[in-house]
Structure formats: structure tokens, C-alpha cells
């Protein structure tokens, strides 16, 4: 689906893109693209859907160049942008019947009001299709402008930030859409600014800095690589030497009743406290782990670019 080769873009003195090689495969998953304000996403975006050009390199989405072939291009992905703008006084329905009515004929006779109605079933605007838009909230105007990316049915979406701003409600409707489209087995190339809807959502998850591709692999992959230590919380009960009590792990003190422990071998210091809890008729009253997360995995790859 997109075939990216030594894509470089510079503005002036600045490099935003440095040789980028990207390609993803004509399967239902979602892509996550991570990275910090500046690193190059939303360039590295706007130029796979047309809105920009580049300096070098070649391009290649749906087999179209999108500098050669924007408008044939934008027929079939469906794009959120960061900001969409609105025509506020008009309604949901208008707003939908309008947008599809820039498509070319054979796109407009598919999106009829029968397909309109279902785009507004499966981001729940029903109840708003003969409202305002000026009336929506934040998380509605974003549901909308995911419904208008949605109306000719796509196979390629590009969604640049759909949740950036909204509250962890707005953000779960916004996921409960992106699972759908995946699950209809639609690839969805989604830039974010969250780490935990990244971890959640992505099948693959490429992480950009200072315009280069730091990282590409499965979010399990990306964790793999991480130097962190997980941690583990006990609570115990018993006459116990804390310090002697998880013996592949080091022991940095107590939080509340709980004690705390470090550990790269998480698996083995559970084992091992099993023995131990065994040995000194102890009793394990909880027990809590926290595993080195995908935003230690960034925080270590983006400080080191």
C-alpha cells in the first residue's frame, strides 16, 4: 500500500524528512507513527496523501505517486488531518452529503444516503445528523471528521492526531471506530501523540526523530529492546527479611505497606519468591508488576536522536 524510498524533504535550512525507507503491506492492521513535536510526522504524512511535495526520494501509495497523482490519489484514502475546518452553520448530513459530493461520479453514485446513514451508525452521530456543527463537541467534530474520511469506503486510511485534545471518553469512542475499520480489515496509518493509545491500538509501531525512522516492529518487538527494569510491589505477611525475599531482585525500600522491588528478569523473581515465600511459611497478600512500558522504549530512543 505505501512504498517509501530515501524520502528526503527540506525547508530551507531545515531537513524535516532525512532519507526515510517505509514499507507497509496491503494487510488490515493499524500503523502507529510516534514521535516529538518536530521530528517530521505530519510532513512525512501530508506528503504520502499530496499536500506536499519532496525534495528527493520516491513515494509510491496505492501505486500512485501522490505529487503526479494527488486528485485520483485522495479518491481512494480516506485522510483526517491534524485541524479539519468546518463549515460550522452547516448540518452533520450536509456537511457529509457535501464532502461527498466533491468525489468523481463513480465514487458520488456509492455514497448514497443509505451508505451515509451507516457512516453515521458506526461513529454514532445519528442523533446529530440535523445538527450544526457548530454545535458538536470536541469529541463529535473529530467523530465527524472521521465519518467523512470513512464515506467512500477506503482501504487506506491516514489519520493524523483524530484524539489529540479530546477527553479519555471522546478518545475511547475514536478507538472503538479505528478497531472497527481494522477488524473490516482496513489499514489505518495513525500519527499520535499518545504512548498508551499507540500500545493499545498498533499491530506495528514506527517511532520517527529528528526526521529519521529510530525505530520499526511490533509494539512486543519495541519492548523487547527496552534497558528498563520492571518493577514489583509485595504485600507480606509474615517475619520476613525484605531484602532476602526476592532473591533476583533488589530491594529499594517500602511504599505504604507494600515493598518495593527492582528487576530486568521479572519471571525469575516471581519464581524465586515462590521458593522463599515457601521456605519461611510467609503469606503473599498482594502483589503488583509493572513492566518496562513503550514510553520508555521512545523516551530512550528519542533522547538518544
Known amino acids: 500500500m505505501i512504498e517509501v524510498r530515501e524520502l528526503r524533504k527540506t525547508y530551507r535550512e531545515v531537513h524535516a524528512l532525512r532519507g526515510i525507507d517505509l514499507s507497509i503491506a496491503a494487510t488490515g492492521q493499524i500503523i502507529g507513527l510516534l514521535g516529538p513535536n518536530g521530528a517530521g510526522k505530519t510532513t512525512l504524512v501530508e506528503i504520502l496523501e499530496g499536500l ?5 526520494g520516491s513515494v509510491s501509495v496505492l501505486g500512485l505517486d501522490p505529487s503526479r497523482a494527488s486528485g485520483a490519489l485522495r479518491a ?18 450536509e456537511t457529509l452529503k457535501l464532502y461527498a459530493a466533491l468525489y468523481p461520479q463513480s465514487i458520488r453514485l456509492k455514497v448514497d444516503t443509505t451508505r451515509i446513514q451507516s457512516v453515521l451508525q458506526r461513529v454514532d452521530l445519528v442523533d446529530k445528523a440535523k445538527a450544526t456543527v457548530r454545535g458538536l463537541s470536541g469529541g463529535q467534530r473529530q467523530r465527524l471528521a472521521v465519518a467523512m474520511a470513512m464515506l467512500h469506503d477506503p482501504d487506506l486510511y491516514i489519520l493524523d492526531a483524530p484524539t489529540s485534545g479530546l477527553d479519555p471518553i471522546a478518545r475511547r469512542q475514536i478507538h472503538d471506530i479505528l478497531a472497527a475499520l481494522k477488524a473490516d480489515g482496513k489499514t489505518i496509518l ?6 498508551d493509545e499507540i500500545e493499545a491500538l498498533a499491530d506495528r509501531v514506527i517511532i520517527l ?10 509494539p512486543l518487538d519495541l519492548l523487547a529492546r527496552a534497558a528498563g527494569a520492571s518493577t ?9 527479611d525484605p531484602s532476602q525475599l ?15 522491588y527492582r528487576t530486568t528478569d521479572p519471571t525469575a523473581a516471581i519464581v524465586g519468591l515462590a521458593d522463599s515465600l ?6 503473599l497478600d498482594d502483589l503488583r508488576l509493572k513492566r518496562p512500558s513503550l514510553e520508555d522504549v521512545y523516551l ?5 536522536a
Open 246 to 260: 526476592v532473591p533476583q531482585a533488589t530491594f529499594e525500600g517500602r511504599d505504604g505497606s507494600l515493598f518495593r
Open 278 to 283: 515457601r521456605t519461611s511459611g510467609a503469606q
Open 52 to 56: 506536499r511535495t519532496a525534495s528527493s
Open 76 to 93: 481512494r484514502i480516506g485522510v483526517q488531518l491534524q485541524t479539519t475546518a468546518f463549515m460550522n452553520d452547516l448540518t452533520v448530513m
Open 190 to 195: 495513525l500519527s499520535s501523540h499518545y504512548l
Open 209 to 218: 526523530a529528528a526526521g529519521q525512522i529510530v525505530a520499526d516492529g511490533t
Open 300 to 304: 530512550q530512543l528519542v533522547g538518544a
Open 232 to 240: 514489583l510491589w509485595l504485600e507480606v505477611s509474615g517475619a520476613i
